[in-house]
């Protein structure tokens, strides 16, 4: 067993795993392995004789402990569940549980969590007279964590406490002690306060526990502050068995320099007190002081980032820095999932940033510093079910021209292209980072603690105060373990593991493509691999079906679990066919980061008009409905109607239909904005009522409602998202209707129920939909712990799966339709779109397949489409070709459902001529559809991605083009030569001849 544990590890990481006795210190970096060497060596302690629940194992967060658990028993089987692990407060609650009587505690104590808190600290400030504007409860509750965290009483602290806002603030610690006392609670500091002062106080306690515990475990080491470090201690100091694994690499090289009231000066020249310039919102930059300097030896890899302004910035690869958000990521920012902490979003009249907290639920105010941001940040976090924070850098506020967000990033995480913060005197700015190489680098490294600002100018580059502040993390403890444990062995991890060396020969194949990057070229040590796959499919349900099969039979042939898989798309609205083709084969799917499809607010504001046609007494459809599109109707009125249904026994619906009644019981402004809503609802009942299929029934409900238009009037960057999911429902209707229709085809039935505009037909839809949400959901509840993930590629950064496909390969979908489609189209937006792509092949460690749909139905229409320009970019010999791939590669030219042959359609028609701010298919324009009349079904001369010559502009790039050739094929070509940019012209009369 020992030699399966040690297979497939490093040198150092093997070190790490076989060190049996003493203290042991691990530098981990970036994606070198650390969990992967932290459950191996715990396995093998437990194979060399260690009983498993004499291992204590520690991690921050109880996703982490799942996964190391999930991980150790598939290495050891179930004797891990003997083992205790978990995050610290879970585990001293467990001690305190057991042993919290012998220091007074009562063992069923109580934990308030942040809500609680809060709320008993405002008790707190109104029992003591004091102003809550100045003396707030939030920023009482900050200082309490902080001195709680360095172990400090409120007698130490009153003792400490030298002016009079420290003393107000030292009896508020006191008093919300008391009344914690007084109620039995614990806050979440108390839970580690406590226990580390049940092991001082208890030496039975201690004695107990120190021996029962023969190995500590501690993952995030980096992170620790003095409680949770002295709990350790205590913990280990009789067998002095204490494993520990963490990251200090987040500095920057000598050398570097520091902008300064006197000048730049090198970093390692700047001392305490000294003022540096930081970046505080609005575009400004200030002097701030240092409150600490941090310098240690370093030997191991650097990244040199450079910028289109010739910065030249030197880190080691974990330093926090800032990157601008991918364009597609700034319409996610708050997303209801997350708790957003705004940093440096603005300037007071003191010129100190600002930094806010929301969440889906509340706002957690605005604060001036940003370690008690960070802190609320975490504890809405918490309350809200573990709610994932981020965090965003507005350096140069929401109205400058360079106004985009940055995201708190390690430099590993930045990419070409990516926006970094830059400083020229005192302005802020987005400069593009033009090349990133790796270095070897050995000597000093450093970095700054800098008061309020948390951030200071590097090179000219704003780069964030690595020194951890919040919860009180104390970086200097993981530098000064080797001083506490004199006889402490040290291993490095520095070894970059990724995917095989045919996949990242092909990432690089796409991502080399993009200007001004370094000609870098990826390593592994996992030579060779599988071929990657290539799979063209007829259409998106095709796709879903081939991709649920190839899972099925890897998974049976390689005993993989389910969540060894993941699918990768551009956009949220591809995850419709996979949901239902996951569904019909009972195979779990994880969407990560959207909605199910079903579940979406717009999804479900337009299927409350289909299931009110369906049953008019529908209550929670008409309180859904009514006022959707906004018609002025607020929610008093519907709380009057509402009323008046109970009263009179009838439903909402009835009520609001009545006219007499309305008119009687409700004011005349109020009735009158009814009248609309009364006309619109009678229109649609006799819609219902003519011989119509579902598909023309949802025609006339965005037609009537002006559903369409509403969403692409919103400006909450996701009406783009909305209007396509909207019409992925038109398109799962027309699915339904010629599902039922091939149905009655094949078993040669006539009956009355299949007929078009027989009420059933709605009603078995709107059943099949509660009923597979109803399954879903609970397949879901079962099976989230394996289940195949489904996510976008944006989500997908940071994380790897042994087998990833990545769906929808086409023009218009990756690249995005705005990189090549759009009339503001630039090459910047391409390379991002390819740098997505690299992206997307970089998650898969074993596997790699690409997929696409021959056809595919986007706002309505079924197009044909064209495989991305990025699988040309992909060398030949490392892709294997299956399905309609085998035939080459090219648009297909195959009739699409362009509506007219229905009859249906003049809604969408319409429509079609409004602004679209996103995909819009050559062939779904005014322009080519009275072209394509002309056509005679001819194939295009030119394709996207060709290079073309004009003899008056020169040479140039296809960057969007008709579908169909004839006299109406257009393209539209950037043209090299300077000054001509991008031109449309209609193929017939430009004279374009293909360049070599």
Not at 963 to 986: D, H
């Amino acid at each position: 067993m020992h030699m399966n544990l040690l297979e497939g590890l490093n040198t150092p990481q093997q070190q790490a795993v076989t060190h049996m006795d003493g203290p042991l210190l691990i530098f981990a970096g970036a994606g070198s392995g650390k969990t992967r060497t932290l459950t191996h060596r715990i396995a093998y302690l437990i194979e060399n004789g260690i009983s498993p629940n004499r291992i204590l194992a520690v991690t921050f967060t109880n996703k982490a402990a799942k996964e190391m658990r999930e991980r150790l028993e598939n290495l050891v089987g179930p004797v891990a569940k003997r083992m205790w692990m978990g995050t610290f407060h879970a585990l001293c609650a467990q001690m305190l549980r057991i042993h919290g009587d012998r220091i007074g505690l009562n063992p069923r104590f109580s934990i308030l969590d942040a809500d609680d808190q809060l709320r008993l600290m405002k008790e707190v400030v109104k029992d003591a007279n004091l102003d809550s504007d100045r003396f707030k409860p939030a920023v009482a509750l900050s200082k309490v964590s902080d001195a709680k965290n360095a172990l400090l009483t409120p007698e130490k602290v009153i003792e400490r406490a030298s002016k009079p806002h420290e003393r107000v603030y030292a009896n508020l610690y006191a008093r919300y002690q008391e009344k914690l006392r007084i109620a039995s609670a614990l806050d979440f500091d108390d839970l580690l306060g406590e226990a580390v002062r049940l092991l001082q106080e208890s030496p039975e306690s201690l004695a107990h526990w120190s021996e029962r515990f023969q190995h500590v475990l501690i993952d995030e080491f980096q992170d620790v502050n003095e409680a949770q470090f002295r709990w350790a201690q205590l913990l280990a100091s009789k067998h002095k068995n204490i494993c520990v694994v963490g990251d200090d690499d987040q500095c920057l090289v000598a050398g570097t320099l520091v902008e300064t009231p006197d000048g730049k000066k090198p970093i390692e020249e700047i001392v305490e007190g000294d003022k540096v310039l930081s970046g505080v919102g609005e575009g400004i930059a200030r002097f701030y002081e240092v409150q600490a300097v941090k310098s240690r030896e370093y030997s191991g890899p650097i990244l040199k980032i450079s910028t289109d302004f010739r910065h030249e910035l030197r880190v080691t690869p974990n330093h926090i820095c800032f990157g601008a958000i991918a364009r597609d990521r700034t319409q996610a920012i708050g997303r209801p999932e997350t708790v957003l902490l705004s940093a440096f979003e603005c300037v007071g009249e003191d010129t100190q940033p600002v930094h806010s907290v929301f969440s889906k639920s509340r706002a957690g105010g605005q604060e001036r510093n940003l370690d008690v941001a960070e802190e609320n940040a975490r504890n809405i976090a918490r309350s809200e079910g573990g709610a994932e924070i981020e965090r965003v850098a507005m350096f140069c506020g929401m109205d400058y021209p360079d106004s985009e967000p940055f995201n708190f990033l390690p430099a590993s995480a930045l990419q070409i292209n990516n926006g970094v913060p830059a400083v020229e005197g005192n302005n802020v700015f987005s400069a593009r980072i033009n090349s990133i190489e790796e270095e070897p680098y050995e000597g000093f490294v450093y970095d700054l603690d800098v008061q309020h600002a948390r951030n200071f100018a590097a090179n000219g580059v704003l780069v964030h105060n690595s020194i951890y502040a919040w919860r009180g993390a104390n970086v200097k403890i993981i530098l000064e373990f080797e001083q506490v444990y004199k006889d402490a062995t040290v291993v490095r991890l520095e070894q970059n593991y990724r995917s095989t060396q045919k996949i990242l020969d092909a990432a690089y194949g796409v991502i080399s493509q993009n200007n001004g990057r370094a000609s870098k070229r990826l390593w592994t040590e996992e030579e060779g691999g599988a071929q990657l796959t290539l799979h063209g499919a007829l259409n998106a349900q095709e796709e879903a079906a081939y991709i649920v099969r190839q899972i099925e039979i890897i998974r049976r042939e390689e005993r993989l679990d389910y969540k060894d898989f993941a699918i990768l798309c551009r956009v949220n609205a591809q995850s419709r066919p996979f949901e239902e083709a996951f569904l019909r084969s009972r195979v779990p799917l994880k969407l990560v980061g959207t909605q199910r499809f079903y579940e979406r607010r717009e999804i479900r504001d337009v299927m409350a008009y289909l299931r009110w046609i369906y049953n008019p007494d529908d209550n929670a459809a008409i309180s859904r409905l009514i006022n959707v599109p906004p018609r002025g109707i607020g929610g008093v009125t519907v709380d009057k109607i509402d009323a008046i249904a109970r009263e009179q026994g009838r439903s909402m619906g009835a009520v609001l239909l009545d006219n007499g009644t309305t008119g009687k019981l409700l004011s005349p402004a109020v009735a009158r904005k009814i009248e609309p809503l009364q006309r619109l609802l009678r229109l649609l009942m006799e819609d219902a009522q003519k011989s119509l299929n579902l598909a023309d029934l949802m025609d006339k409900i965005l037609e009537r409602t002006r559903m369409l238009e509403w969403l692409r009037g919103e400006r909450d960057g996701d009406s783009v998202d909305r209007e396509a999911n909207v019409e992925e429902l038109v398109r799962a209707i027309e699915s339904f209707d010629m599902r039922l229709a091939e149905e009655v085809d094949e078993n040669g039935e006539t009956s009355e129920v299949w007929n078009e505009g027989d009420p059933l037909r709605l009603g078995m839809f709107l059943g099949e939909v509660v009923l597979d949400g109803s399954g879903d959901k609970d397949n879901q509840k079962n099976q989230t712990d394996d289940a195949v993930t489904f996510m976008t590629l944006h989500s997908a950064k940071g994380l790897e799966f042994p087998v990833v496909f990545l769906a929808g390969v086409e023009q218009g979908l990756l690249p995005h339709a705005r990189a090549v489609f759009s009339e503001n189209a630039s090459a910047e937006e391409l390379e991002e779109e390819r740098r997505l792509m690299y992206v997307g092949l970089t998650r898969a460690e074993k596997r790699a397949y690409l997929t696409y749909a021959q056809q595919r139905t986007m706002h309505g229409r079924t197009e044909t489409t064209q495989q991305s320009q990025f699988l040309d970019e992909i060398p030949a010999h490392l892709v294997d070709r299956e399905g309609l791939a085998k035939m080459g590669r090219g648009t297909f030219h195959t009739r699409s459902s362009d509506w007219g042959s229905s009859g249906r359609g003049s809604y969408r028609d319409r429509i079609e001529s409004l602004p679209r701010p996103a995909f819009t298919p050559a062939s779904s324009s005014s322009s080519s559809s009275s072209a394509a009349r002309d056509t005679g079904g001819k194939p295009p001369m030119f394709r996207v991605s060709d290079r073309v010559r004009h003899k008056t502009y020169g040479e140039g790039l296809v960057v969007a083009a008709s579908a169909q050739g004839g006299s109406g094929e257009w393209v539209e070509v950037a043209f090299l030569q300077g000054g001509v940019g991008k031109k449309k012209l209609i193929v017939a009369f430009a004279g374009l001849e293909k360049a070599s």
